[in-house]
């Protein structure tokens, strides 16, 4: 039985089209197909590929619907015997969210490969068609597993990759862990281990994304109140990740809401709204809430929403 990669379309940058003459700042998000986008592709003509349209939207603007019918989509192609691997296009500003919430939920044995572009289709320099060959080579390379993400050259795991810059070609980055390869030549060269861990399930899923536990951020900033921590749980939030200062250090006037907050159930995180570093386990202000180690205040919100629906389903979470 002869492999194939499946490449599931989503929108973003890489979909996009400006206006002739325009700016290539000046596009409109996920215009075109994911078909139009593999044509444009000479190196992946005549390649075992299947392409399937799962959404058309611009990524700032993801759901936890999207999510849902995304995840449900990759496990089932996942299943099928002759699939080798899995190719998502997906726009950059969210890409990191959903990849990290595909290995909790999936943590898959054969690679689910997440790209996108930093250009539009219609710009001359467009990066997407390098970024969408790379890959596909990524999602066909042997022994490769669990879901990365492939732009600008490099490789980078779920659990590291972040979005490093608003619109540099080469805009992300995996901190101080650094990426898992890069194409060189067009040839992978492997500089860590694939991602490792046990996946919650689809399962955890199942729930209307209308019923999901709602989880905000709120930054620890110079002058904070507890007012938006106190809004969020008379509004009935279940969660809230702190983008918390230094090695999560919180304000004072926050966690004195927080405290009142652990009253009506709300659930905390810290992460860093640092560039770089994990928060590791420390005295002092913040410390008594748990922390996210490297995951950003963005992937650490996913995690919480896992853990919560996790909760809810009796299952049991492993630590990040």
């Known amino acids: 039985m002869q492999s194939m990669v499946v490449i599931l379309g989503t929108g973003g940058t890489i979909a996009g089209v400006a206006p002739p003459g325009a700016s290539d700042l000046a596009y409109q998000a996920a215009q075109l197909g994911i078909d139009a986008l593999v044509a444009a592709v000479p190196a992946l003509q005549g390649q ?13 603007d993801m759901t936890h619907a999207l999510w849902q019918l995304l995840a449900r989509r990759v496990a089932h192609h996942l299943a099928r015997d002759e699939v080798r691997g899995i190719v998502v296009t997906h726009g950059t500003d969210t890409m990191e969210e959903t990849a990290w919430l595909l290995q909790r939920v999936l943590a898959p ?13 219609s710009s001359r ?6 970024n969408l060959a790379d890959a596909v ?43 898992l390869g890069r194409f060189e030549e067009g040839r992978l060269q492997r500089l860590r281990a694939w991602p490792s861990g046990d996946g919650l ?5 199942d729930a209307p994304p209308a019923t999901w536990p709602a989880v905000e951020i709120v930054t620890s ?25 230094g090695n999560g250090t919180v304000h004072e006037a926050i966690e004195l809401a927080l405290e009142r907050a652990a009253w009506a159930g709300l659930q905390v995180m810290r ?24 995951l950003s205040p963005a992937k650490a919100r996913v995690e919480l929403l896992l853990r919560l629906l996790a909760a809810q389903q009796g299952t049991a979470t492993s630590p990040t």
């Not at 044995?109 to 289709?121: N, W």
């Not at 320099?125 to 390098?130: E, F, K, S, T, V």
């Not at 669990?146 to 901190?175: E, I, N, P, Q, T």
């Open 109 to 121: 044995a054969k690679p689910v490969v997440l790209t996108g572009a930093m250009r539009p289709a």
């Open 137 to 179: 080579a990524l999602a066909q390379e042997e022994g490769a597993h669990g879901v990365l993400v492939a732009l600008a050259g490099a490789v980078h795991g779920a659990a590291d990759v972040r979005k490093a810059h608003a619109h540099r070609l080469d805009a992300f980055g995996s901190g101080d862990v650094g990426p």
């Open 125 to 130: 320099q467009a990066d997407g068609p390098r």
């Open 48 to 60: 075992p590929l299947e392409a399937e349209q799962v959404a058309q939207l611009d990524s700032k």
């Open 271 to 294: 992460a860093t709204r640092c560039g770089d570093g994990a928060v590791l386990d420390a005295t002092g202000t913040g410390a008594a809430w748990p922390a996210a180690g490297a």
């Open 221 to 245: 900033h110079a002058g904070a109140s507890g007012a938006l921590i106190d809004a969020l749980a008379r509004n009935g939030t279940r969660g809230v990740v702190i983008a918390a200062t």
């Open 201 to 205: 399930g689809i399962a955890v899923l």
